[in-house]
């Protein structure tokens, strides 16, 4: 499909409806349930699928007893119409935001470290200078948050690009890296152990991130580097305060950068174990979509973001750039 096909496709046949139609095909994978979704029959919806396929030439979804399953070409549909739809939607909060003076939510996804220190002091910093704006936070792992950025449900994200085709639609300016240390409880068995090895590590019960995050694939390839099997005994968390409870409450282990936990380090309740474990973090960033125009309440955040993170890593360039493909 050439340009001009496409541009007469958007504007001469697709409708909101259609777009509203494939987002809750996408959520619920069922015709009746999406048709009720969307405030249409299900021959209606069913219609829509169908003039959709015939003027684009191809399956966007395959039938089946139980539902519908979208083609790769129905993803890529349902992806852009979720952005679209959420454009309209920022579009309506950026008008009532202009009426009625600076106001409205802001959607943040951030990585544990800065959601400690940075960012509790750049919201800080916002709503002291626009007290009724909203903001929600999300704590996940960077490939979550960059897929929720992607896809228009986050305005920002602090976090890291991971993949070379998230790197080509988004900008990402760059604050710092982490270095990673054996955090155990006041008085643990290895906590003044100097020469601690990565055999004896993985005999011990530790606390690590859920599969498919940065820090979980690390530690499994120091473990393996050496020959070794990663550790057996595990709980799977991202809560600071529950991996802080097991931490004081029992003889697990965990890596973490001791920023996130220094409050507790602090008062004595844990302690670094002195070891390398060799273990550091890229660099994270404030993430935002490349060419996207943020919204007067978003652009207001990321204002707060740069300032806070020039007060926290003073030597650090802050400039807009895109990290090299891995």
Do not use: C
């Not at 409205?104 to 200078?129: E, F, H, M, Q, Y």
């Not at 595990?234 to 220094?262: G, N």
């Not at 973090?281 to 020039?310: C, F, N």
């Amino acid at each position: 499909m050439n340009t001009f096909q496409a541009d007469r496709f958007v504007r001469a046949h697709l409708k909101m409806r259609h777009m509203v139609l494939l987002v809750e095909l996408g959520r619920n994978g069922s015709i009746a349930q999406a048709a009720q979704a969307s405030n249409l029959t299900q021959p209606g919806a069913s219609k829509l699928i169908g003039e959709l396929e015939h003027l684009l030439g191809i399956q966007l979804f395959e039938r089946q007893a139980r539902g519908v399953t979208p083609t790769w070409y129905g993803q890529v549909l349902i992806r852009r119409a979720g952005i679209a739809l959420a454009e309209m939607t920022a579009a309506h909060q950026e008008i009532s935001e202009l009426i009625s003076g600076l106001r409205g939510k802001v959607d943040i996804g951030s990585v544990l470290t800065p959601a400690t220190g940075l960012l509790p002091k750049a919201i800080k910093l916002l709503k002291s200078r626009y007290a009724r704006v909203h903001v929600s936070v999300d704590l996940n792992t960077s490939k979550s948050m960059v897929e929720r950025l992607r896809n228009g449900q986050l305005d920002l994200v602090v976090g890291r690009i991971l993949d070379a085709e998230s790197a080509a639609v988004l900008d990402f300016e760059p604050i710092t890296d982490e270095d990673h240390r054996l955090i155990v409880r006041a008085g643990h068995p290895l906590a003044e152990r100097a020469d601690l090895g990565l055999a004896e590590l993985a005999e011990q019960s530790w606390i690590v991130p859920p599969s498919g995050s940065i820090l979980r694939d690390r530690l499994t390839a120091l473990f393996l580097s050496e020959g070794l099997e990663p550790p057996m005994e595990t709980v799977e968390t991202l809560s600071p305060p529950l991996v802080a409870s097991l931490l004081m409450t029992t003889d697990m282990v965990v890596a973490l950068p001791e920023a996130l936990i220094q409050s507790y380090i602090d008062v004595g309740l844990l302690v670094a174990v002195p070891i390398d474990l060799r273990l550091r973090m890229d660099v994270y960033g404030i993430i935002t979509r490349k060419g996207h125009q943020l919204s007067p309440v978003a652009s207001a955040m990321l204002t707060a973001l740069r300032e806070v993170a020039v007060e926290y890593y003073p030597s650090r360039a802050r400039r807009r750039s895109v990290p090299p493909a891995p």
